[in-house]
């Protein structure tokens, strides 16, 4: 069944025609998407034909410039087409989440570089942008070692991003705002993956960790993380004037939405045909039920307006947003993420026994929306931080 155009609900707003166009690509693949799901699950690793056919429909690369072999869309239609996936499989809507937030790192890499790793690459690009490693200055570059976590996708990837901290003679480099901190990519022939994705939640992701031992990046494969934190430099080839963090977000947080209406969408067909042990009726006519649906439709419809709402400001105003648009995407990633997971806990609430099993919808979703919103930028510590900032501090990253 094609869970995309289930009714009624009440986030069924209009979507722009470039929106439109992607989600209908979604509709294509959904059935593929389906029949594979447990094959993912089970292997904790995305199926090639589903990457092949996530590949030719383009959305991998969907939020990389054109210039860099994107198709550039924009951020309320990447949005969409991830909540679209979620609602199939989240496991592959949290790559493709991945795949837009890093493909972000193109506007920031020397050009040449950036089409080498999206044009003319057509694998994954995936990795960990949390600094657990160290870049030893040399000439030329950089040596880089150490090991990450949460390679999502790291099957079908061809090179790897890895966050570390600059050193020179071994101790870091410090700046005026602290340790300075790149982006480093390394081709996948010089990793070592560890088999550690074993998980609650989104099991298919195969975010597995992986090892780097002395290798060698050139400076035009890294990206300073200091730039990260404003717009990218204007040149002909940007595909957007939004900073890394303010962009970031809206991939997990779109996730986190799929998983929700997929949870409630579950539960409404449940309850039609389900009747309660010692009940006379479809647990449709409990007006317990009744009432709770309600309010975790209410949820999502509201975070589903929130998100769209701060990805149209995020668009209108990303250059020149600052710190008061930074707080207002922080504040959209972590709402939404709470009203998510009150949404699957209210459906999976409802269902009692048939929630149990892992045949059921509801039990999946369960499983990935309390993995999903472990990430950082859904963390419930942007509330202290945003609060700090609204209160005259300074808009910190995390305590």
Same mark, same amino acid.
């Given at each position: 069944?094609n869970?995309?155009?289930?009714?009624?609900?009440?986030s069924?707003?209009?979507?722009?025609?470039?929106a439109?166009?992607?989600?209908?690509?979604v509709d294509k693949?959904?059935?593929?998407?389906?029949?594979h799901r447990e094959?993912?699950?089970?292997?904790?690793v995305?199926?090639r034909?589903v990457?092949?056919a996530?590949?030719?429909?383009g959305?991998?690369?969907?939020?990389?410039?054109?210039d860099?072999?994107?198709?550039?869309v924009g951020?309320?239609?990447?949005s969409a087409?991830?909540?679209a996936?979620?609602q199939?499989?989240?496991s592959?809507a949290?790559?493709?989440?991945v795949q837009?937030?890093?493909?972000?790192l193109?506007?920031?890499l020397p050009?040449?570089?950036?089409?080498k790793l999206?044009?003319?690459?057509?694998?994954?690009?995936?990795?960990?942008v949390?600094?657990?490693?160290?870049a030893e200055?040399?000439a030329g570059?950089?040596e880089?070692?150490?090991?990450?976590?949460?390679?999502?996708?790291?099957a079908?990837?061809e090179w790897l991003v890895?966050?570390a901290w600059v050193?020179?003679?071994?101790?870091?480099?410090?700046r005026?705002?602290?340790?300075q901190m790149?982006?480093?990519f390394?081709p996948?022939r010089e990793?070592e993956?560890r088999d550690?994705?074993h998980?609650?939640g989104l099991?298919?992701?195969?975010?597995?960790?992986y090892r780097?031992?002395e290798v060698?990046v050139?400076e035009d494969?890294?990206?300073?993380?200091?730039?990260m934190?404003?717009a990218?430099?204007?040149?002909?080839?940007?595909g957007?004037?939004?900073?890394?963090?303010d962009f970031?977000p809206? $991939?997990? /947080?779109? !996730?986190a939405?799929?998983?929700?209406?997929?949870?409630?969408? #579950?539960?409404? %067909?449940l @309850?039609q045909?389900?009747?309660?042990?010692?009940?006379s009726?479809?647990?449709a006519n409990?007006?317990?039920?009744?009432?709770k649906?309600?309010r975790?439709e209410?949820?999502?419809?509201?975070?589903?307006?929130l998100?769209r709402?701060?990805?149209?400001q995020?668009?209108a105003?990303g250059?020149?947003?600052?710190?008061?648009?930074?707080?207002?995407?922080?504040?959209?990633?972590?709402?939404?993420?709470e009203?998510a997971?009150?949404?699957? $806990?209210i /459906?999976? !609430?409802?269902a009692g026994?048939?929630?149990l099993?892992?045949s #059921?919808?509801? %039990?999946? @979703?369960?499983r990935?929306i309390h993995?999903?919103?472990?990430?950082i930028?859904?963390?419930a510590?942007?509330f202290?931080?945003?609060?700090?900032y609204?209160l005259g501090?300074?808009?910190i990253?995390?305590r």
């Amino acid at each position: 069944m094609n869970r995309l155009s289930i009714e009624p609900h009440l986030s069924r707003m209009p979507l722009s025609s470039e929106a439109q166009e992607w989600v209908d690509k979604v509709d294509k693949l959904a059935q593929l998407l389906a029949d594979h799901r447990e094959a993912a699950e089970n292997d904790r690793v995305m199926p090639r034909i589903v990457f092949e056919a996530l590949r030719d429909a383009g959305i991998p690369r969907m939020w990389v410039a054109k210039d860099f072999g994107g198709s550039q869309v924009g951020l309320e239609t990447g949005s969409a087409v991830v909540q679209a996936l979620a609602q199939v499989d989240a496991s592959i809507a949290w790559q493709m989440g991945v795949q837009g937030a890093i493909g972000r790192l193109s506007d920031y890499l020397p050009e040449p570089t950036a089409r080498k790793l999206f044009r003319d690459n057509d694998g994954l690009v995936v990795g960990g942008v949390n600094p657990s490693g160290r870049a030893e200055r040399v000439a030329g570059g950089y040596e880089l070692s150490g090991e990450w976590s949460f390679a999502s996708g790291f099957a079908h990837a061809e090179w790897l991003v890895c966050a570390a901290w600059v050193t020179e003679n071994g101790e870091k480099v410090e700046r005026d705002s602290g340790s300075q901190m790149r982006m480093l990519f390394v081709p996948k022939r010089e990793v070592e993956f560890r088999d550690t994705w074993h998980t609650l939640g989104l099991r298919g992701t195969g975010s597995n960790s992986y090892r780097v031992s002395e290798v060698f990046v050139p400076e035009d494969f890294t990206v300073d993380q200091a730039e990260m934190l404003r717009a990218p430099r204007p040149r002909r080839s940007r595909g957007y004037p939004v900073g890394y963090y303010d962009f970031g977000p809206f $991939t997990s /947080a779109s !996730t986190a939405l799929g998983i929700a209406r997929d949870a409630v969408e #579950s539960f409404k %067909e449940l @309850a039609q045909r389900k009747t309660p042990a010692a009940g006379s009726s479809a647990l449709a006519n409990s007006h317990t039920a009744q009432e709770k649906l309600a309010r975790a439709e209410m949820l999502v419809h509201s975070a589903t307006v929130l998100l769209r709402d701060t990805a149209r400001q995020v668009s209108a105003t990303g250059e020149l947003g600052g710190d008061a648009l930074s707080s207002t995407v922080r504040l959209t990633a972590a709402t939404v993420a709470e009203h998510a997971v009150a949404a699957v $806990t209210i /459906a999976y !609430t409802l269902a009692g026994t048939s929630s149990l099993y892992t045949s #059921s919808r509801l %039990e999946r @979703a369960f499983r990935d929306i309390h993995s999903a919103t472990k990430h950082i930028t859904l963390s419930a510590s942007h509330f202290e931080t945003v609060g700090q900032y609204l209160l005259g501090g300074k808009l910190i990253m995390r305590r």
